[in-house]
T-cell receptor, first 116, second 112 residues
């Protein structure tokens, strides 16, 4: 089946620094990818839709300048958390719709971000 | 506003004790309803997609059903390895990009 990878799987950074998270579709092309955020014991909250060749679409309440999304190619989307603060600490998960079946999405393994 | 609500929030079962998880939804035209399993510290793993009321799908000890207002995930004779958080999500008819709206999940613990 289709596989989506994320890198890194976990990262610890100091407050004020920026962190980049990569999401790759390994054996299929994805013109659209999604970025989610998940707090402990909570569900997935959609942050933004990453679109290859165009700007990302952000959900209401998500700061565009803080969470920079770049869909660099048909297999790679990146999420950069700029000037990270402790409240940005969370589990970030990306997903990509299955080729030909937009109703089914494959999820990455997630990236645990801890901001000190 | 599209919304998904799951119940119960947490469920503890003895091994072999069958039960059901509920997912109630309100959506402007259902394109699909999805069930995912998530283990701690990992991304969601796809289980089922249901498209229309009356549809049912099965996989091992799991069976998902769908009505016009809710979906059930039935777990028959669960084993400890079924312990996980089960997430329900919907895709609205207005979305053709794969955007999903998730419920808050049901955390299942099966004791041996």
């Amino acid at each position: 089946g289709a596989v989506v990878s994320q890198h890194p799987s976990w990262v610890i950074c100091k407050s004020g620094t920026s962190v980049k998270i990569e999401c790759r579709s390994l054996d299929f092309q994805a013109t659209t990818m999604f970025w989610y955020r998940q707090f402990p014991k909570k569900s997935l909250m959609l942050m933004a839709t990453s679109n290859e060749g165009s700007k990302a679409t952000y959900e209401q309440g998500v700061e565009k300048d803080k969470f920079l999304i770049n869909h660099a190619s048909l297999t790679l989307s990146t999420l950069t958390v700029t000037s990270a603060h402790p409240e940005d600490s969370s589990f970030y998960i990306c997903s990509a719709p299955s080729p030909g079946l937009t109703e089914r999405s494959y999820f990455g393994p997630g990236t645990r971000l801890t901001v000190l | 506003e599209d919304q998904v609500t799951q119940s119960p929030e947490a469920l503890r079962l003895q091994e072999g004790e069958s039960s059901s998880l509920n997912c109630s939804y309100t959506v402007s035209g259902l394109r699909g309803l999805f069930w995912y399993r998530q283990d701690p510290g990992k991304g969601p793993e796809f289980l089922f997609t249901l498209y229309s009321a009356g549809e049912e799908k099965e996989k091992e000890r799991l069976k998902a059903t769908l009505t016009k207002k809710e979906s059930f995930l039935h777990i028959t004779a669960p084993k400890p390895e079924d312990s996980a958080t089960y997430l329900c999500a919907v895709q609205a008819g207005s979305s053709n990009t794969g955007k999903l709206i998730f419920g808050q999940g049901t955390t299942l613990q099966v004791k041996p």
